[in-house]
C-alpha cells in the first residue's frame, strides 16, 4: 500500500536539510494491497466509525481535557514571550517624580523633582532579531506541542471507548453462555434424575458454568474503570457519562483502506517532528545570539528633567536640565565567558539535531508498526469468525448426540468451552483491529480519508 500525506494547516515548516537525516528514510511504505490515501487535514476520519457517541466524546475531550488545557496555555504563554523580545526594538522611557525637604545652617529648603529618561539600544548586529526568530521557532514548536495533544488525546479517547466496547461485548458473550451453559447443565441433571447420566456429568456442567459465571464480576469491573478513564479524559464525573455509555452497542466497523505514506512527508504531518524542528531552529538562533555577544552594542539614552527649590516657574528655563548620552558597549574579556555560552549553544543544537534525528526515526518505526498491526489482526478476524462457526456447530452437534445418548458429555464440555473462547476472540480481534486502527491515525499525526 501507498499513501501520499497532506501537510496539516499551522504545522507546515521548512524541511530540515537532508545533512540532519542520518540514514534517509526510506522511499515509501509497501505492502501487498494496492492502495492509496491521502490524510486530510482535520478530523474529519473519525466519523467514518458512524458512531456518534464517540464524536460526542472526542468533542467533550477538545473542549475540557486537562492536558489539552495545559498545552494551550504554554502555547500562549510562548506567543507572549515574542511579544517579550519585541518590545526591544523601542526605546525604553521612565518618568519619575519627587519631593525632599532639608534643613541646614538654620534654612529650611524644599526639593521638587521631575524627570525623564529613555534609553533604546539600536539593532545594529541583529542581536534583539536573533532573540525574536528563537521565541518564534520556541512558539511554533509549542503550537506543534498543542497539536500533538489533540491529536493524543483523540486517540486515548477512541481507544479507551474501543476498550469500554469490547469488554462490554464481553459480558455480553459470558452472560449468553451462562444462560446456555445453565441449559445444558439441567439437560445433564434430567438425564441424571432419570438414570441415563453420572453425577459426573452433572458436575461437570455446573463446574463450566459457574466458571464462566464467576469472569463477569472482574469484566464488570472493567466496565467500570473504563467509564472512570474516559470521565478524566473528558474532565467529567463517570455519572454523567453512563447514560451515553450504557451497554448494547455494537462495536463501530474496523474495515477501512489503509495504506501507507511518503516517509519524508511525515516532516509535514507530524506534530512531534514539526516540534522538534523548531526546537532546532530555535537553538541555532540561540547560537546565533552567542556569537553576536562578541560584537559590540550601540545604545542612545536619554533624559530630561526639571529640579525647582520653590523660587519661581518650576519649568523655568533655569531649573530645566537634560542630556543625551550614545553610548557603545564592547566588551573586551570577560573570563572566556562568551566563549563558553557560545560552545554550550553549539552542543545544545547538535544535541537536538540527534533528537530530531531520532524522532524521525521514531516516526516511521511507529508507522510502520501500526500498519503491519492493523493488517494483521484484520486478517486474523476471519479465522476467529470461521472457528466461531465451527465452535456454535460443534456445540449444537454434541448436545444433540448427548440428548440422544450416542456420545457422552465431554464433547460437550469442550464443545462449551470451546464456544467461549472463539466468541471471545472475535470480540478480541475486532477491537485489537479497531485499536491498531486508531493507533495509526496517532502515529501519522492525524485523521487520514480514502479517495
Same mark, same amino acid.
Given at each position: 500500500?501507498?499513501?501520499?500525506?497532506?501537510?496539516a494547516?499551522?504545522?507546515?515548516?521548512?524541511?530540515?536539510?537532508?545533512?540532519?537525516?542520518?540514514?534517509e528514510?526510506?522511499?515509501?511504505?509497501?505492502?501487498?494491497? &494496492?492502495?492509496?490515501?491521502?490524510?486530510?487535514?482535520?478530523?474529519?476520519?473519525?466519523?467514518?466509525?458512524?458512531?456518534?457517541?464517540?464524536?460526542?466524546?472526542?468533542?467533550?475531550?477538545e473542549?475540557?481535557?486537562?492536558?489539552?488545557? /495545559?498545552?494551550?496555555?504554554?502555547?500562549?504563554? @510562548? !506567543?507572549?514571550?515574542?511579544?517579550?523580545? !519585541?518590545?526591544?526594538?523601542?526605546?525604553?522611557?521612565?518618568?519619575?517624580?519627587?519631593?525632599?525637604?532639608?534643613? &541646614?545652617?538654620?534654612?529650611?529648603?524644599? *526639593?521638587?523633582t521631575?524627570?525623564?529618561?529613555?534609553?533604546?539600544?539600536?539593532?545594529?548586529?541583529?542581536?534583539? /532579531?536573533? @532573540?525574536?526568530k528563537?521565541?518564534?521557532?520556541?512558539?511554533?514548536?509549542?503550537?506543534?506541542?498543542?497539536t500533538?495533544?489533540?491529536?493524543?488525546?483523540?486517540?486515548?479517547?477512541?481507544?479507551?471507548?474501543?476498550?469500554?466496547? #469490547?469488554?462490554?461485548?464481553?459480558?455480553?458473550?459470558?452472560?449468553?453462555?451462562?444462560?446456555?451453559?445453565?441449559? +445444558?447443565?439441567?439437560?445433564?441433571? *434430567?438425564?441424571?434424575?432419570?438414570?441415563?447420566?453420572?453425577k459426573?456429568?452433572?458436575?461437570?456442567?455446573?463446574? +463450566?458454568?459457574?466458571?464462566? !459465571?464467576?469472569?463477569?464480576?472482574?469484566?464488570?469491573?472493567? #466496565?467500570?474503570?473504563?467509564?472512570?478513564?474516559?470521565?478524566? =479524559? *473528558?474532565?467529567?464525573?463517570?455519572?454523567?457519562?453512563?447514560?451515553?455509555?450504557?451497554?448494547?452497542?455494537?462495536?463501530?466497523?474496523?474495515?477501512?483502506?489503509?495504506?501507507t505514506?511518503?516517509? &519524508?512527508?511525515?516532516?509535514?504531518?507530524r506534530?512531534?517532528?514539526?516540534?522538534?524542528?523548531?526546537?532546532?531552529?530555535?537553538?541555532?538562533?540561540?547560537? /546565533?545570539?552567542?556569537?553576536?555577544?562578541?560584537?559590540?552594542?550601540?545604545?542612545?539614552?536619554?533624559?530630561?528633567?526639571?529640579?525647582?527649590?520653590?523660587?519661581?516657574?518650576?519649568?523655568?528655563?533655569?531649573?530645566?536640565?537634560?542630556?543625551?548620552?550614545?553610548?557603545?558597549?564592547?566588551?573586551?574579556?570577560?573570563?572566556?565567558?562568551?566563549?563558553?555560552?557560545? &560552545?554550550?549553544?553549539?552542543?545544545?543544537?547538535?544535541? =537536538?539535531?540527534?533528537?530530531?534525528?531520532?524522532?524521525?526515526?521514531?516516526?516511521?518505526?511507529e508507522?510502520?508498526?501500526?500498519?503491519?498491526?492493523?493488517?494483521?489482526?484484520?486478517?486474523?478476524?476471519?479465522?476467529?469468525?470461521?472457528?466461531?462457526?465451527?465452535?456454535?456447530?460443534?456445540?449444537?452437534?454434541? #448436545?444433540? =448426540?448427548?440428548?440422544?445418548?450416542?456420545?457422552?458429555?465431554?464433547?460437550?464440555?469442550?464443545?462449551?468451552?470451546?464456544?467461549?473462547?472463539?466468541?471471545?476472540?472475535?470480540?478480541?480481534? !475486532?477491537?485489537?483491529?479497531?485499536?491498531? =486502527?486508531?493507533?495509526?491515525?496517532?502515529?501519522?499525526?492525524?485523521?487520514?480519508?480514502?479517495?
Amino acid at each position: 500500500m501507498i499513501i501520499a500525506v497532506a501537510s496539516a494547516p499551522g504545522l507546515m515548516a521548512a524541511a530540515p536539510a537532508p545533512r540532519l537525516l542520518s540514514p534517509e528514510l526510506p522511499a515509501a511504505w509497501r505492502y501487498t494491497e &494496492a492502495a492509496e490515501q491521502t490524510l486530510p487535514t482535520d478530523d474529519a476520519w473519525w466519523r467514518g466509525f458512524d458512531d456518534p457517541v464517540l464524536d460526542s466524546l472526542i468533542a467533550m475531550g477538545e473542549q475540557a481535557n486537562y492536558d489539552l488545557a /495545559g498545552a494551550m496555555h504554554r502555547m500562549e504563554a @510562548a !506567543r507572549r514571550q515574542i511579544q517579550v523580545s !519585541r518590545a526591544a526594538y523601542f526605546p525604553q522611557i521612565d518618568i519619575s517624580g519627587g519631593y525632599s525637604r532639608s534643613r &541646614a545652617d538654620g534654612l529650611s529648603l524644599n *526639593t521638587y523633582t521631575a524627570s525623564a529618561t529613555a534609553s533604546w539600544e539600536l539593532d545594529i548586529f541583529g542581536r534583539l /532579531g536573533a @532573540a525574536v526568530k528563537r521565541d518564534k521557532a520556541q512558539y511554533r514548536a509549542s503550537r506543534a506541542e498543542w497539536t500533538g495533544t489533540q491529536v493524543s488525546v483523540a486517540a486515548e479517547i477512541a481507544s479507551t471507548y474501543i476498550q469500554l466496547r #469490547v469488554y462490554q461485548a464481553e459480558v455480553a458473550v459470558a452472560e449468553a453462555h451462562v444462560a446456555r451453559q445453565d441449559t +445444558i447443565a439441567g439437560l445433564a441433571q *434430567t438425564r441424571f434424575d432419570c438414570g441415563l447420566a453420572s453425577k459426573i456429568d452433572v458436575d461437570q456442567a455446573r463446574g +463450566i458454568l459457574y466458571s464462566t !459465571r464467576a469472569s463477569l464480576p472482574a469484566l464488570r469491573a472493567s #466496565v467500570r474503570s473504563a467509564i472512570n478513564a474516559l470521565g478524566l =479524559l *473528558t474532565a467529567r464525573y463517570a455519572t454523567e457519562l453512563e447514560p451515553m455509555l450504557a451497554a448494547g452497542t455494537a462495536l463501530p466497523d474496523y474495515r477501512r483502506l489503509v495504506a501507507t505514506g511518503i516517509p &519524508a512527508d511525515l516532516l509535514r504531518r507530524r506534530p512531534d517532528i514539526v516540534a522538534a524542528e523548531q526546537n532546532l531552529a530555535a537553538a541555532a538562533a540561540a547560537v /546565533g545570539i552567542a556569537k553576536k555577544d562578541f560584537l559590540p552594542s550601540l545604545a542612545i539614552n536619554g533624559s530630561v528633567g526639571v529640579q525647582s527649590h520653590g523660587h519661581g516657574p518650576f519649568f523655568s528655563r533655569d531649573n530645566l536640565a537634560y542630556s543625551i548620552e550614545p553610548t557603545l558597549t564592547w566588551t573586551l574579556f570577560d573570563g572566556l565567558a562568551r566563549n563558553a555560552r557560545a &560552545a554550550a549553544a553549539r552542543e545544545q543544537e547538535q544535541a =537536538l539535531v540527534e533528537q530530531y534525528r531520532y524522532t524521525v526515526m521514531n516516526a516511521y518505526n511507529e508507522v510502520d508498526n501500526a500498519l503491519t498491526a492493523y493488517t494483521e489482526s484484520v486478517r486474523s478476524i476471519a479465522d476467529c469468525e470461521r472457528a466461531e462457526t465451527a465452535a456454535a456447530e460443534f456445540l449444537d452437534l454434541s #448436545v444433540g =448426540l448427548y440428548t440422544q445418548g450416542l456420545s457422552d458429555f465431554t464433547n460437550v464440555a469442550n464443545a462449551q468451552v470451546s464456544y467461549l473462547e472463539y466468541t471471545n476472540a472475535v470480540v478480541a480481534a !475486532r477491537g485489537r483491529a479497531l485499536s491498531a =486502527l486508531i493507533d495509526l491515525y496517532r502515529t501519522l499525526g492525524g485523521g487520514f480519508a480514502t479517495d
